[in-house]
């Protein structure tokens, strides 16, 4: 891929920076689980959440494209001096996360691998669904992680471009969601799935259905839950964590209004965000 680099540079940590808030970005408001796992895991942890609302949804967007946008919101997230980046969205840490890590120092962890792992510990038959975006399915990112895992897996995966604007739209449990999910799934289910991986941060939101559709039989794997472990073990790996027990403090930026929806959401997650801004790309 040739693609053009500006106003990227490395940028050290320096030796203090504990107190500083972990930076969490998503296409839209979807991340939000990965926000909500992590004040689970990691109750006194400042976070930051940078969602590009100006820009959703990225799943059907270029390599290139992905990878420029998630440049330009890790430049804001640094701006506001985050301690380490998450990338709360499967589209971004498939497409883009090799080109981060290579021009930013500071720790850069995506959702793929902790959900890749917890499918492949979950599965019973060795038959595992994946369910994402048209780039994320496309990019065989879950794919590839999962058969590093375990050669033996069978992954059987759907692009599900649909579901994002009915959650950005906060249609959870409605009636046009579940028939949207029943077609997605019902090749799945066929192909006797056991274990289904949510291949994208705003599907936790649709847990709830998802998982009256699927059924007892299918284990669900949240990418969200188990990314938010995973960096409770890089923190305390590279010396991040925040050393004081205070409360946590969690500070959101748009790239455009999307308040309503913002705070459906946060209700529907049960978090409590102390600011919100809107903070335009330029």
Known sequence: MNQQIHHICHTPLQDDVSHHPIGVFDSGIGGL??????????????????????????????????TRYSQEITTLLLAEKAKMIVIACNTAS???????????SLPIHGVIEPGA??????????????IGTRATIASQAYQEAIYRFSQNAHVLSSACPLLV????EGLFEDEITRRVLERYLEPLLLQRIDTLVLGCTHYPLLKKLIANIIGPDVTLVDSAENCAMTVQSLLEKNHLARKEAAPSHLEVLLTDTS???????????????????????E
Do not use: C, M, W
Request: aromatic share 6%; net charge positive.
């Open 259 to 281: 308040e309503d929806f913002l705070h459906i959401a946060a209700h529907a997650l049960h978090i409590k965000i102390a600011k919100v801004r809107i903070s335009t790309l």
């Open 33 to 66: 689980t990965v926000v909500a796992a992590l004040q689970k895991h990691l109750p006194h942890e400042n976070i930051i959440y940078i969602g590009d609302t100006a820009r959703v949804p990225y799943g059907g967007k270029s390599q290139a494209t992905v």
């Open 94 to 104: 498939a497409l883009a996360l090799p080109t981060l890590t290579n021009f930013y």
């Open 165 to 168: 604007p009915l959650v950005e």
């Open 117 to 130: 792992f917890a499918a492949v510990k979950a599965t019973r038959n060795g038959r595992i669904g994946v």
